[in-house]
């Protein structure tokens, strides 16, 4: 059975694919600030904003998902530099040590894989989103770049979901007003559950999915391609 690193294990989209992949009867190992409520996962404290280097790892690790992420929106004449800063910290610096740290360790596998996530506003232009589109845009390429690298030992992908009912989300889906006008949006009229994402990221992980990589995989209820 596969070992799979998942960083922001602890709630989210992180929390269900561990969930998931332990209830296939795979290892999870998880590095977060806290320990998931998740029996037999293999945890790790780790603040990804951290200058210390990640946990050191000795075994194998067949994928690596890094899930932590932002939802920065402020209109762009009110963000800083820290904001952008702060975003890009979070998600473009925090994966690069990260995948540097253990790809060693994925490099052993014969079925290597990473996975990050983007967002539906990095190719759906949104207003108020400039600062978490800007890095997670830099993940994209990121992505692509990682992928022509090391293939055909190792493959890269990445999910770009619109607004998804999780924790990271919750000021934009704590009530269910805020929740039926962000389904509004789209156009299946539905938000993202972290549930169905998590399927598709273990799909994405999995041997089945050997003849993807470098793919930015949209999961957006349509708001990227479909027009009302």
């Known amino acids: 059975m596969k070992t799979n690193l998942i960083v922001g294990a602890s709630s989210g989209i992180g929390f269900a694919l561990a969930k998931l992949l332990i209830s296939k009867g795979e ?31 000795e075994s194998q690790i067949d994928t690596l998902t890094y899930c932590p992420g932002s939802i920065n929106l402020k209109p762009f004449r009110a963000l800083k530099p820290q904001d952008f800063l702060h975003d890009m910290q979070l ?11 253990y790809l060693p360790n994925i490099s052993k596998s014969e079925q290597g894989s990473v996975l990050l996530f983007s967002t539906v506003a990095v190719q759906t232009g949104m207003p108020f989103h400039a600062s978490v589109a800007a890095s997670k845009g830099a993940l994209e390429g990121l992505t692509r770049s990682l992928a022509a690298e090391y293939a055909p030992k190792i493959r890269v992908n990445c999910i770009a979901p619109s607004l998804t009912d999780t924790p990271l989300a919750d000021k934009l889906t704590n009530t269910p007003e805020k929740k039926e006008a962000g389904a509004g949006r789209h156009p299946l009229r539905k938000i993202g559950e972290p549930q169905k994402i998590a399927a598709m990221a273990a799909f994405l992980q999995s041997a089945e999915a050997d003849f993807i990589t470098g793919q930015i995989i949209k999961i957006d209820g349509g708001l990227s391609t479909i027009k009302m």
């Open 91 to 101: 998600n473009v610096l925090g994966a690069i040590k990260c995948i540097q740290k």
């Open 27 to 57: 290892t999870v190992i998880s590095i977060s600030r806290n320990k998931p409520d998740i029996e037999s996962v293999v945890h790790y404290g780790y603040d990804v904003l951290s200058e210390d280097a990640f946990p050191d790892i």
